[in-house]
């Protein structure tokens, strides 16, 4: 249970990866190179993705995820015509 | 039904083929008759430009042009834009168009051995944003995104050509309220190959058509038809992803192949995709093709055949071969890891014909998809052309030492070493002369010779004046040429307009044609490729009328290479008249805000004269260093000179051949076909220069290299009227950018 108005600390994942139907080299190169050359052929498909783990000082992890939704868009730190950004709280940081 | 064709281009279709197409057919000849891939507005016109020379191998009209160096060798130039792309994503979008015009190179046989880029963008400072047209929207918010298309669209091309290991060698880039919300991305790229192994495409029935590089997907579908209307919102499906670590292979095999001799035709993939790199091939071998688009080697299950013709997927080929060269190019294939797919072959009928699995989906006459119908478009004077000519001029400022000092930190004009510096310049150690203290990048080729390069452009002046902003861009781009002490050889040409459908825009091009034909035919230049883009609009309006000249010149001899870096002690000589010629300066512009004036025109006489000149100068030995006047003026010109040589300067404005009514006019005008040169033998020098028929020139000053007493001095009417630290002048010249682009 979070307790109201303490500020505490929470990890929120910013995970940005390239639209569906856009290509993603990297992911196509890992799968070709590395995972179907080493044999793990049930693998079919492979997208890369950039995570970055943000500590926010927070009332709420509702509202750690609302800054950092806000930050992304305000910052252009993707690009939405090319990248999807999902936003998720990952729980308190330890302090 | 007619897709993305006209009511008279589709039943100009069906009169030809004398039936209805099928959708398929329409997806295909609606990417082929886009005026991106079909020239239908502009062939009429790019068809007089002067192409042939001494040297030309191979003119406009293939994927790029070719020019005889001497010994068996061969240079190769090509330039395309890649506009609407990076408008909506920067980074692929520059990256893609750096890959694409990488193959146009290869499409030749030739290795790439440099890129360069000329860019515009919105202004990136607030005093900049001020004059952009729409208001009450917060300028912050514009500069910003300015300033992140420019940043990313810089990493794009840094990018692209750092990992492939090609050289970004040189560029420019402009400023101007009119890209707001947009861009202007063009990328030039010089091949070098022996004459010997030029692929010529010439094949015939039964060879094998091969696909090769990166799998097909569904990205970037309708790229052409998307680059042939304005900009209104962001098109998601136009987004392409560079791969430059698979263009590195790609390049490696073809010209493997090509050594190999297992080729007879290359084509790069890129605008309409398939469709239109099939019907090219097919009409430039003169024999039709039967393919399987089944056997694309596609990235996403179930796409449609016409999915597959037109998709823009990037790092893709198309190779024509024989049955013998089919093993050996299967086996380069196989070495570099490419993925590739055996799509059909040559027929000697003339039917391009797409198969999927085996059922014939389209069959069209090649020689119809790829010749669109051509389009008539009226061209007509606006009716207020001149309006801007009669502005009021500026009060003199009172302290033009300040105004040298702003002019230099001006994005436009400062040192561009924010950008350089994040290129690999010197990959593939031909680098000679590097960007930045050069008036053109010059490369050392194999037989000893050397060639130089640059790209030039003033929307500026082509606004106000399209005749003579482009004549103006012509002369800069050789002016550049010569000061690095090359003699110009070849010339491509990039013609960015707005809407040709409006006839004042058609008009704009019209003029920038005749400019071009003008110009290159006095002075006996080529123009060996080109390309042309149209609808470069936002819902904010048309772009500034933006053509862009990259001009090649050939150095005999490593000592005519010229820099233009003054030494202390060498006297200072002016080629050319300097006159009241403000119309879209940087002066009017930048510092003053004004729109209007006249623009600088060309004296083809003089222009040609003072270039020759130079020329004769240079293999005499009597040239120091050599610089080019143009945008800032000679005052610009001058202080570039002096910090490249780390030496101060004391000239007298009064001396300089030409009139002009004020001392702002005489430090800031962009008057053409000016050269500054510094020598340690001016006796000599002038001899030679009075020894020619009334050629302009005067002795106006000398560099000063006393540590305590370096400064830029210009005295006027027996005053000083200028005087200003080196280091001061230096430290805007050379930091502005990076200061700006940290904000």
């Not at chain 2, 097909?216 to 038809?225: K, L, V, W």
């Not at chain 2, 399987?292 to 999915?307: I, L, N």
């Not at chain 2, 024509?320 to 089919?326: F, R």
């Not at chain 2, 002075?523 to 048309?542: D, H, L, Q």
Request: charged fraction near 25%; glycine fraction near 10%; proline fraction near 5%.
């Amino acid at each position: 249970m979070e307790k109201p108005r303490r500020i505490a600390k929470f990890t929120v994942h910013v995970i940005i990866e390239n639209k569906p139907y856009i290509n993603d080299p990297e992911g196509e190169t890992i799968l070709r190179d590395l995972i179907s050359r080493g044999g793990y052929s049930d693998v079919t498909s492979v997208r890369s993705a950039k995570l970055l783990k943000m500590v926010v000082k927070s009332k709420s992890g509702r509202e750690a995820e609302r800054t950092v939704r806000k930050l992304c868009e305000d910052l252009r730190i993707f690009n939405p015509v090319v990248s999807t950004c999902t936003v998720t709280l990952a729980g308190q940081a330890q302090s | 039904m007619t897709g993305t064709l006209t009511v008279d281009e589709f039943r100009y279709l069906k009169e030809k083929l004398s039936r209805e197409p099928n959708s398929i057919e329409l997806d295909i000849v609606g990417a082929e008759w886009s005026e991106h891939c079909s020239y239908k507005s502009s062939k009429k016109y790019v068809r007089m430009l002067p192409s042939k020379g001494k040297r030309v191998v191979i003119g406009p009209g293939y994927d790029a042009g070719v020019l005889d160096v001497g010994d068996g060798y061969v240079v190769t130039v090509h330039i395309e834009s890649h506009n609407h792309p990076s408008a909506v994503e920067p980074f692929g979008g520059a990256a893609t168009g750096v890959g694409g015009v990488i193959r146009d190179i290869m499409s030749m046989g030739t290795r790439p051995i440099a890129v360069l880029d000329a860019l515009r963008f919105a202004p990136i400072t607030q005093d900049g944003a001020k004059r952009t047209r729409t208001t009450g929207v917060g300028g912050k918010g514009r500069v910003l995104k300015s300033k992140w298309l420019f940043k990313n669209v810089v990493k794009g091309i840094a990018d692209y050509g750092n990992c492939i290991g090609i050289p970004t060698v040189g560029g420019e880039v402009e400023f101007d309220p009119s890209f707001e919300d947009y861009c202007l991305v063009d990328v030039a790229s010089i091949g070098f190959g022996r004459r010997d192994l030029l692929v010529k495409n010439a094949a015939e029935p039964d060879d094998i058509v091969v696909l090769a590089g990166g799998s097909t997907g569904r990205d970037g579908i309708h790229g052409a038809s998307f680059a042939s209307k304005a900009l209104e919102g962001e098109n998601r499906s136009a987004v392409q992803i560079p791969d430059p670590f698979l263009e590195k292979l790609l390049l490696e095999a073809t010209i493997e192949a090509v050594d190999q001799k297992c080729v007879k035709a290359i084509k790069d993939l890129g605008g309409g995709g398939l469709a239109c790199c099939l019907s090219e091939v097919s009409d430039s071998i003169g024999n039709g093709l039967d393919v399987d688009v089944a056997k694309v080697h596609a990235r996403e299950s179930g796409m449609s055949p016409a999915e597959l013709m037109i998709s823009e997927s990037q790092e893709r080929m198309l190779f024509i071969t024989d049955d013998t060269g089919l093993e050996k190019l299967k086996a380069i294939l196989e070495k570099y890891r490419i993925p590739y797919s055996i799509l059909g072959s040559v027929r000697q009928n003339p039917d391009l014909v797409v198969r999927f699995n085996h059922d014939v989906v389209a069959r069209m006459p090649f020689q119809l998809v790829a010749h669109a119908p051509l389009a008539e478009r009226q061209a007509k004077r606006p009716h207020d052309f001149g309006r801007y000519v009669a502005v009021r001029p500026p009060a003199l400022p009172k302290d033009l030492g300040k105004v040298l000092l702003a002019m230099l930190a001006n994005p436009t004009i400062a040192g561009k070493g924010w950008i350089y510096s994040q290129y690999d310049h010197e990959v593939g150690v031909r680098t000679v002369v590097k960007p930045g203290p050069s008036d053109a990048s010059v490369l050392r080729l194999d037989n000893g010779k050397f060639i130089a390069a640059k790209l030039d452009g003033n929307s500026k002046h082509c606004f106000l004046d399209p005749y003579a902003g482009t004549m103006g861009c012509l002369s800069e781009s050789c002016r550049n040429i010569v000061c690095s002490g090359a003699e110009p050889i070849g010339i491509v040409d990039h013609l960015q307009f707005g809407n040709p459908e409006d006839p004042e825009i058609f008009w704009s091009f019209t003029q920038a044609v005749n400019a071009i034909i003008d110009y290159c035919k006095y002075m006996g230049i080529p123009v060996v490729g080109g390309k042309v883009s149209f609808y470069n609009e936002t819902a904010k309006g048309p772009i500034k009328p933006s053509p862009v000249i990259g001009a090649l010149g050939l150095i005999e001899q490593e000592s005519w290479i010229t820099k233009p870096a003054l030494k202390d002690g060498d006297s200072i000589f002016v080629i050319g008249k300097t006159g009241d010629e403000m119309g879209g300066s940087e002066y009017y512009e930048w510092y003053h805000h004004i729109t209007g004036g006249t623009v600088p025109s060309v004296d083809l006489h003089a222009d040609k004269q003072n270039a020759d000149a130079v020329m004769k100068l240079v293999r005499a030995g009597l040239v120091g260093c050599a610089h080019d006047c143009s945008k800032g003026g000679i005052a610009v010109a001058l202080s570039e000179m002096a910090v490249h040589g780390k030496v101060g300067f004391d000239v007298n404005l009064d001396q300089l051949p030409g009139s002009c009514s004020r001392p702002d006019n005489l430090m800031f005008s962009e008057s053409n076909s000016r050269y500054i040169i510094g020598t340690a033998r001016p006796a000599e020098l002038h001899s030679v220069l009075s020894g020619m028929d009334r050629i302009s020139f005067a002795e106006i000053g000398t560099a000063t290299g006393q540590r305590q007493k370096q400064s830029a001095k210009f005295s006027y009417k027996g005053r000083t009227l200028v005087s200003v630290g080196i280091a001061d002048i230096e430290s805007n010249l050379n930091d502005s950018l990076a200061k700006i682009m940290k904000q």
